[in-house]
T-cell receptor, first 114, second 111 residues
Framework: NAGVTQTPKFQVLKTGQSMTLQCAQD?????MSWYRQDPGMGLRLIHY???????DQGEVPNGYNVSRSTTEDFPLRLLSAAPSQTSVYFC?????????????FGSGTRLTVV | EDKVVQSPLSLVVHEGDTVTLNCSYE??????LLWYKQEKKAPTFLFML????IEKKSGRLSSILDKKELFSILNITATQTGDSAVYLC???????????FGTGTRLTIIP
């Protein structure tokens, strides 16, 4: 099992550009989430999904879109990048969040918007 | 609004010392509290606590939850340099299956 795979690992964007951060898991997990991590602010939830075809907003959803067409993939789209979106982004998945190990995290994407 | 507060924000101790990290929470429909360790990259799972007063242990690490006073502690005994990391506390609520994180405690172990 590869676990949770995020691509790319690093990305530099210009203000106004769009891009998609990829997240894939091979553990047949229903629950998937996107977080951003900024210094001094911990991990903040952007969007999450409880299964294919179902998504919902988290704490900081503005400027981001998600879709969940398959169980395995949960891409995060930045519509028009802004410097405030410079951050480290983590994708996480879980079979059932209240059992076992909660969520398993990917290794992150470090995004810089200039 | 759900809130998870960790203290201290940072801690520097010598190898061999014992440390206690704190996590308090104000969360609607609280279900579980989780501890994660984050070194350079992805947070890795340490413990999930659901019941009050039952200690969970893994080697030199242990944790306990107090659902009456709404806090948890993470203890690390005989610390080693490999324990240097950011320790994250998170809560899970009934009904929405999402984690709410604290800002973390940065632990540095000096050889």
């Amino acid at each position: 099992n590869a676990g949770v795979t995020q691509t790319p690992k690093f990305q530099v964007l210009k203000t106004g550009q769009s891009m998609t951060l990829q997240c894939a898991q091979d553990m047949n997990h229903e629950y998937m989430s996107w977080y951003r991590q900024d210094p001094g602010m911990g991990l903040r939830l952007i969007h999450y999904s409880v299964g294919a075809g179902i998504t919902d907003q988290g704490e900081v959803p503005n400027g981001y879109n998600v879709s969940r067409s398959t169980t395995e993939d949960f891409p995060l789209r930045l519509l028009s990048a802004a410097p405030s979106q410079t951050s480290v982004y983590f994708c996480a998945s879980s079979y059932s969040p209240d059992r076992g190990h909660g969520y398993t995290f990917g290794s992150g994407t470090r995004l810089t918007v200039v | 609004e759900d809130k998870v507060v960790q203290s201290p924000l940072s801690l520097v101790v010598h190898e061999g010392d014992t440390v206690t990290l704190n996590c308090s929470y104000e969360v609607t429909n609280f279900r579980s509290l989780l501890w994660y360790k984050q070194e350079k990259k992805a947070p890795t799972f340490l413990f999930m606590l659901t019941s009050s007063g039952i200690e969970k242990k893994s080697g030199r690490l242990s944790s306990i939850l107090d659902k009456k006073e709404l806090f948890s502690i993470l203890n690390i005994t005989a610390t080693q340099t490999g324990d240097s990391a950011v320790y994250l506390c998170a809560t899970l609520s009934f009904g929405n299956e999402k984690l709410t994180f604290g800002t973390g405690t940065r632990l540095t172990i000096i050889p």
